[in-house]
Structure formats: structure tokens, C-alpha cells
């Protein structure tokens, strides 16, 4: 059973706690007890083998051992959390959903939706007679896009023993950095913190009750956390790590995390939906050069563009065009610089804005406003223009809004042309309230 290398440590460690939870602790005693309750309460009611499972419910310990239940019943599992419960419908259509399991705490409701899943990939992995994990993402146009795993190539890199850390898991376990986290740190029966609020209150609460020693999460958050200045108010001393990665991270906003928390080590991580979490490793902590890979991984720049081949890529889109070469490199869309074995991720291609010809890449454009005084947060997008095909425009937060905002946007332009060629400088410069991320705590790209 592929679950077996996991169940070896968690036998090796009983008594070890392998998730904090609303004040609870989990040893993996417990966990593997409840996977072998769920177990034997499944079995005997339904056949699983090789069904499309929707596995529904806050990201608990709960939940997981629902999850590696299922993974050892050979289900193909789809888990979804409570943060996106409103695109429920069009996943369920899309993965052609034949159970739902909504969990609630420790107890669960098994819904059979009488779908019967004809996807060719499905249909493909049922024949491997393997568990699969189905993670939905958006695609450039917003459009959702189902990605199917085969658990058994997944679980490949967790064979390899790692570090004992104590960590947050920020990102979900719909999302492929929350998996990474999750099967990397019980792999190693390390503990994992899960928190249902991800404020930067409650965020800095967690680390200095729990002693976490590991965050991973997103440059947006930590530009939240350094103008919310909750981190004044706790002790954060247990920190070791703060790993990022998701989308391109700030100058300024990396210089400022530096300044404040200096004694943590920054890591660039660098992972998709399609291929998993590669190794990284940064040409230091205050640098935005990351060498990527490691064992399993190749990379490879082609037009500018970075592509991976990976013994752990998804077998392909439920739902949309296959985006891997004839040979099997996976084209990341993310556009990059090399300087020898270093790569510096630009953004996505797709978010590139081209001004009458010229290429301006909104983060560049974020990070030289980000510098500015008085601005906490800024999204840069494109607007279509009759003249120059497209122009600039940004959304700008203030810290401080009791100000003359029509001089201000003059000030920031006067401060960006010392900065910026001039196709760069936002022709529209909007100052807004709102949040300007997503429910995963990315940058939003798009119109405000």
C-alpha cells in the first residue's frame, strides 16, 4: 500500500503530536486510529475503489485522516474546503463528482450524487489502480481547471526523510503548496498547526502559543503583516523559517521582512498545481534568484519561458487543453530570467502588459509603488486602449486616507518617473478600500 512508508513513522512515534487544532492536540496515535475507524465504516457501506470523491469540510485533522482513508481505499479524492464552498457546484460538474463526504468535526455525511465519471484520465488511473488527488485552479481567463494526480507518484519525494519542524499550515489542502506541507510534515511525524482564521493577528497569536517554528506562505500575506503590525505585539521568537512563493515577491516588501524579522531564514519556494513543489534554493535570503529542481525535476527555459519535466506531474486537465510538450515538459507560463544556474520569476506571462509594443510586467511596476511612502498594498493590471493596444492602471491602499488623494497620485507619478521608463508609469492611478487578494492570499490580477 503506498500509504505504508507513512504509517511506518507514525508507528515509530505514537506518542508524538501530529496536529494542533482549535486548542486540541492530535498524536498519531489518534490519526492512525481514526483512519482505520473511517475505514472500516466506509467498507462496510460503500465500494470506493477508483470512485471521484468530494471530501468536504474545514482543513482539521479530521479531515485528514478522512483523506488518507480514502487514499488507502484507492478513491480519487477531491478535497475542498469551507473557504470556497460557492464554487462547489461547477467542481462537482467537472469532476464528475460520484460521492460527497462532508465532514463536521469528526463526524460525516456520505451524499452518492449518482454521477458515474467517464473521464478519459479517470478512467486511465482506475486502470493503474491507483489513488488519485484532483486539485481545481483558475486558468488566465479565470475559468477553473481540474488537475488529476496520481497519488502514488505524489507520495515519491516524501520517502526521503526530512526535518522535524513545528508548522503553520497556511495554505489549504486544495492547494498544492498545503498538500506539500501537509505530507512533508507528517512524513517526518512533525506537527502541523491548523488554524481556521489567517489574519495576521491571528496568525502571530498561533506562532507564539504554539511555538511555530515554520511558515510558509505568500508575499501578499507578509505585505499584510508588516502594515498590520500585529507582529509587534507577540513573541515570534520561535520562528526558524518563512518560506514564499505563489506568485513574484516584492523587493521592498522581502527588504522590510528582513528588517523585521532577522533572525528568520527566507527560503523562495517554487511550485504549481501541475507539477507539485520543487527543491529550491535561494542565491541567498536577500536575493529573488532561485535555483530550482532537484531529484525527480528538470528545468528548462524556452522563449523566455520556464518549463519542467517532473517524475510527479499531473496526469493532465480534466477539463481544458493538455499543457505539456510532445516530449513531456509542462510549460509553466512564468516568464524568467537566467543567470546560470539561478532563475528569477518575472510573472506570468498572461499578466504581462503590452504597451504599444513594449512588455511591462505589473510586479516590477508593485514593487517600485510598494517603495513609496504611505501606500500598504497595490495591484497593477492592464486596460485595453484604442491608441497603445493597452495602458498601465494601478489600485492603491493608503495607510494613512486623511490626505489630498488627487496630489497624492501626482506625487507617486513625479516618484516613478525617477524610477520607470515611461510606458510603465500607470496612465490611471485609483486609491480603493477593498482587499486587493484573493481567498489564498495571492495578489488579485485584475481590472479594480
Same mark, same amino acid.
Given at each position: 500500500?503506498?500509504?505504508? @512508508?507513512?504509517?511506518?513513522?507514525?508507528?515509530?512515534?505514537?506518542?508524538?503530536?501530529?496536529?494542533?487544532?482549535?486548542?486540541?492536540?492530535? &498524536? @498519531?496515535?489518534?490519526?492512525?486510529?481514526?483512519?482505520?475507524?473511517?475505514?472500516? !465504516?466506509?467498507?462496510?457501506?460503500?465500494?470506493?475503489?477508483?470512485?471521484?470523491?468530494?471530501?468536504? /469540510?474545514?482543513?482539521?485533522?479530521?479531515?485528514?485522516?478522512?483523506?488518507?482513508?480514502?487514499? !488507502?481505499?484507492?478513491?480519487?479524492?477531491?478535497? +475542498?474546503?469551507?473557504? +470556497?464552498?460557492?464554487?462547489?457546484?461547477?467542481?462537482?460538474?467537472?469532476?464528475?463528482?460520484?460521492?460527497?463526504?462532508? =465532514?463536521?468535526?469528526?463526524?460525516?455525511?456520505?451524499?452518492?450524487?449518482?454521477?458515474?465519471?467517464?473521464?478519459?484520465?479517470?478512467?486511465?488511473?482506475?486502470?493503474?489502480?491507483?489513488?488519485?488527488?484532483?486539485?481545481?485552479? &483558475? /486558468?488566465?481567463?479565470?475559468?477553473?481547471?481540474?488537475?488529476?494526480?496520481?497519488?502514488?507518484?505524489? %507520495?515519491?519525494?516524501?520517502?526521503?526523510?526530512?526535518?522535524?519542524? +513545528?508548522?503553520?499550515? @497556511?495554505?489549504?489542502?486544495?492547494?498544492? /503548496?498545503?498538500?506539500?506541507?501537509?505530507?512533508?510534515?507528517? &512524513?517526518?511525524?512533525?506537527?502541523?498547526?491548523?488554524?481556521?482564521? *489567517?489574519?495576521?493577528?491571528?496568525?502571530?497569536?498561533?506562532?507564539?502559543?504554539?511555538?511555530?517554528?515554520?511558515? #510558509?506562505?505568500?508575499?501578499?500575506?507578509?505585505?499584510?503583516?508588516?502594515?498590520?503590525?500585529?507582529?509587534?505585539?507577540?513573541?515570534?521568537?520561535?520562528?526558524?523559517?518563512?518560506?514564499?512563493?505563489?506568485?513574484?515577491?516584492?523587493?521592498?516588501?522581502?527588504?522590510?521582512?528582513?528588517? +523585521? @524579522?532577522?533572525?528568520?531564514?527566507?527560503?523562495?519556494? $517554487?511550485?504549481?498545481?501541475?507539477?507539485?513543489?520543487? *527543491?529550491?534554493?535561494?542565491?541567498?535570503?536577500?536575493?529573488?534568484?532561485?535555483?530550482?529542481? /532537484?531529484?525527480?525535476?528538470?528545468?528548462?527555459?524556452?522563449?523566455?519561458?520556464?518549463?519542467?519535466?517532473?517524475?510527479?506531474? =499531473?496526469?493532465?486537465?480534466?477539463?481544458?487543453?493538455?499543457?505539456?510538450?510532445?516530449?513531456?515538459? %509542462?510549460?509553466?507560463?512564468?516568464?524568467?530570467?537566467?543567470?546560470?544556474? $539561478? $532563475? *528569477?520569476?518575472?510573472?506570468?506571462?498572461? !499578466?504581462?502588459?503590452?504597451?504599444?509594443?513594449?512588455?511591462?510586467?505589473?510586479?516590477?511596476?508593485?514593487?517600485?509603488?510598494?517603495?513609496?511612502?504611505?501606500?500598504?498594498?497595490?495591484?497593477?493590471?492592464?486596460?485595453?486602449? #484604442?491608441? =497603445?493596444?493597452?495602458?498601465?492602471?494601478?489600485?492603491?491602499?493608503?495607510?494613512?486616507?486623511?490626505?489630498?488623494?488627487? !496630489?497624492?497620485?501626482?506625487?507617486?507619478?513625479?516618484?516613478?518617473?525617477?524610477?520607470?521608463?515611461?510606458?510603465?508609469?500607470?496612465?490611471?492611478?485609483?486609491?480603493?478600500?477593498?482587499?486587493?487578494?484573493?481567498?489564498?492570499?495571492?495578489?488579485?490580477?485584475?481590472?479594480?
Amino acid at each position: 500500500m503506498i500509504t505504508d @512508508f507513512l504509517k511506518d513513522r507514525f508507528n515509530q512515534n505514537p506518542e508524538k503530536i501530529a496536529f494542533i487544532w482549535n486548542d486540541n492536540y492530535f &498524536s @498519531f496515535q489518534w490519526l492512525l486510529d481514526s483512519i482505520e475507524n473511517y475505514k472500516k !465504516e466506509i467498507i462496510g457501506n460503500f465500494d470506493f475503489n477508483g470512485k471521484v470523491i468530494s471530501l468536504e /469540510g474545514q482543513y482539521s485533522p479530521h479531515s485528514v485522516a478522512m483523506l488518507l482513508a480514502l487514499i !488507502e481505499l484507492n478513491a480519487i479524492i477531491a478535497p +475542498i474546503t469551507t473557504q +470556497i464552498e460557492s464554487k462547489l457546484k461547477e467542481y462537482h460538474e467537472i469532476s464528475e463528482t460520484e460521492f460527497i463526504i462532508s =465532514m463536521n468535526l469528526d463526524k460525516y455525511e456520505i451524499i452518492k450524487t449518482g454521477n458515474i465519471a467517464k473521464n478519459e484520465l479517470i478512467t486511465e488511473l482506475r486502470n493503474l489502480n491507483n489513488p488519485g488527488l484532483l486539485l481545481f485552479s &483558475s /486558468g488566465t481567463a479565470g475559468t477553473i481547471k481540474a488537475a488529476l494526480h496520481d497519488f502514488s507518484k505524489l %507520495f515519491i519525494k516524501y520517502h526521503t526523510p526530512g526535518k522535524d519542524f +513545528i508548522t503553520l499550515a @497556511f495554505m489549504l489542502f486544495d492547494h498544492i /503548496g498545503g498538500v506539500d506541507t501537509l505530507f512533508y510534515s507528517i &512524513s517526518n511525524a512533525s506537527t502541523v498547526v491548523n488554524i481556521d482564521n *489567517r489574519s495576521p493577528e491571528s496568525i502571530c497569536k498561533a506562532i507564539e502559543k504554539y511555538k511555530i517554528q515554520v511558515l #510558509p506562505t505568500t508575499p501578499t500575506f507578509l505585505n499584510l503583516l508588516i502594515y498590520s503590525e500585529e507582529y509587534k505585539k507577540y513573541d515570534l521568537s520561535s520562528l526558524k523559517y518563512i518560506t514564499y512563493g505563489t506568485e513574484p515577491m516584492p523587493e521592498s516588501t522581502l527588504k522590510k521582512c528582513l528588517e +523585521i @524579522f532577522n533572525d528568520v531564514k527566507f527560503l523562495q519556494k $517554487y511550485g504549481t498545481t501541475e507539477v507539485g513543489t520543487l *527543491r529550491s534554493k535561494s542565491e541567498s535570503q536577500e536575493s529573488l534568484w532561485v535555483k530550482i529542481g /532537484g531529484e525527480g525535476y528538470q528545468t528548462r527555459i524556452i522563449d523566455g519561458l520556464l518549463q519542467i519535466k517532473a517524475e510527479s506531474a =499531473m496526469m493532465g486537465y480534466l477539463n481544458a487543453p493538455q499543457p505539456f510538450t510532445e516530449d513531456g515538459w %509542462f510549460i509553466t507560463g512564468d516568464s524568467v530570467e537566467v543567470n546560470g544556474e $539561478y $532563475y *528569477r520569476i518575472l510573472g506570468r506571462k498572461s !499578466e504581462l502588459i503590452n504597451v504599444g509594443g513594449e512588455k511591462v510586467y505589473p510586479a516590477e511596476v508593485e514593487n517600485s509603488i510598494l517603495e513609496i511612502d504611505n501606500i500598504s498594498d497595490v495591484t497593477v493590471f492592464g486596460e485595453k486602449n #484604442p491608441l =497603445m493596444g493597452n495602458i498601465v492602471c494601478a489600485a492603491i491602499t493608503l495607510i494613512d486616507k486623511e490626505i489630498d488623494q488627487k !496630489e497624492f497620485i501626482k506625487t507617486i507619478k513625479k516618484q516613478l518617473a525617477i524610477k520607470l521608463e515611461p510606458y510603465k508609469i500607470p496612465v490611471k492611478i485609483k486609491i480603493i478600500d477593498e482587499v486587493q487578494y484573493t481567498e489564498r492570499f495571492k495578489k488579485g490580477r485584475k481590472a479594480i
